[in-house]
């Protein structure tokens, strides 16, 4: 009688196979763009264009729409590309992707409110020697709860503001810090994170129109012109 023990195990499961295995001569034929979806989606997920579509539209209902970001380099590179790239997660059926992008981009926001909102002792706006003094850290070392807490605290953000960083902080942490945490709600929770931060970051950015015109948040037009990024138009030019 055999004492052997067997288990399931799934061969390969990093390997692009079109591309590793050795009669897979890139020379002779490249891997079609459905075998690069394939390999992006999950095995478990399908990569067909009618499932991708139909995951895209189930991200894509946010109420906030981030249209018109300004093209400066941190706010593209921090907040608005990870957030497109959260998205194409969800596309790909990379649910834990979705989260951990959108968990950054709550700190990026978190972080970018600080700086623009010019915290001030005696009329003058917070060295990193008082920032220590007062939250016993410089605000950017502090953790997210910390900072938002601080955030709220100084009326710097209503309280829907508030309970959507909570929401992300709080999702995030369950998937990405807890071994005993499943994922059947992670697609679900996957789209609410995603709209919570698209949400913060159409506060924080502004995102209103009037007569035609893009109207951002007043600190936020602050902090481009410290940067070049907002120019004065001449209205004599054409």
């Given at each position: 009688?055999?004492?052997?023990?067997?288990?399931?195990?799934?061969?390969?499961?990093?390997q692009?196979?079109?591309?590793?295995?050795?009669?897979?001569?890139?020379?002779?034929?490249?891997?079609?763009?459905?075998?690069?979806?394939?390999?992006?989606?999950?095995?478990?997920?399908?990569?067909?264009?009618?499932?991708?579509?139909?995951?895209?539209?189930?991200?894509?209902?946010?109420?906030?729409?981030?249209?018109?970001?300004?093209?400066e380099?941190?706010?593209?590179?921090?907040?608005?590309?990870?957030?497109?790239?959260?998205?194409?997660?969800?596309?790909?059926?990379?649910?834990?992707?979705?989260?951990?992008?959108?968990?950054?981009?709550?700190?990026?926001?978190?972080?970018?409110?600080?700086d623009?909102?010019?915290?001030?002792?005696?009329?003058?706006?917070?060295?990193?020697?008082?920032?220590?003094?007062l939250?016993?850290?410089?605000?950017?070392?502090?953790?997210?709860?910390?900072?938002?807490?601080?955030?709220?605290?100084?009326?710097?953000?209503?309280?829907?503001?508030?309970?959507?960083?909570?929401l992300?902080?709080?999702?995030?942490?369950?998937?990405?810090?807890?071994?005993?945490?499943?994922?059947?709600s992670?697609?679900?929770?996957?789209?609410?994170?995603?709209?919570?931060?698209?949400?913060?970051?159409?506060?924080?950015?502004?995102?209103?129109?009037?007569?035609?015109?893009?109207?951002?948040?007043?600190?936020?037009i602050?902090?481009?012109?410290?940067?070049?990024?907002?120019?004065?138009?001449?209205?004599?030019?054409n």
């Open positions: 009688m055999s004492n052997d023990r067997v288990f399931k195990a799934y061969v390969n499961p990093l692009f196979l079109e591309i590793d295995e050795p009669w897979a001569s890139r020379f002779d034929k490249m891997p079609t763009a459905e075998d690069v979806l394939k390999f992006a989606c999950p095995p478990s997920i399908k990569s067909d264009l009618e499932s991708l579509t139909s995951r895209y539209c189930e991200i894509s209902n946010e109420q906030d729409r981030l249209f018109a970001p300004p093209a380099d941190r706010i593209l590179n921090k907040l608005v590309w990870p957030l497109r790239h959260a998205k194409a997660s969800y596309m790909f059926g990379n649910y834990l992707a979705t989260v951990a992008l959108c968990g950054m981009v709550g700190e990026m926001l978190a972080l970018l409110i600080f623009i909102s010019d915290f001030k002792i005696n009329d003058k706006v917070m060295s990193e020697k008082e920032q220590k003094s939250f016993g850290s410089t605000f950017e070392k502090l953790n997210q709860q910390r900072r938002v807490a601080i955030l709220r605290s100084f009326n710097i953000m209503e309280d829907n503001i508030k309970s959507a960083f909570d992300i902080r709080t999702k995030r942490r369950k998937y990405l810090h807890f071994w005993s945490q499943d994922h059947a992670l697609p679900p929770d996957a789209i609410a994170v995603y709209q919570a931060a698209v949400s913060i970051a159409v506060n924080v950015i502004g995102q209103n129109t009037q007569d035609g015109k893009i109207v951002l948040n007043p600190s936020l602050k902090y481009l012109e410290r940067h070049g990024v907002i120019e004065t138009q001449d209205d004599t030019k």
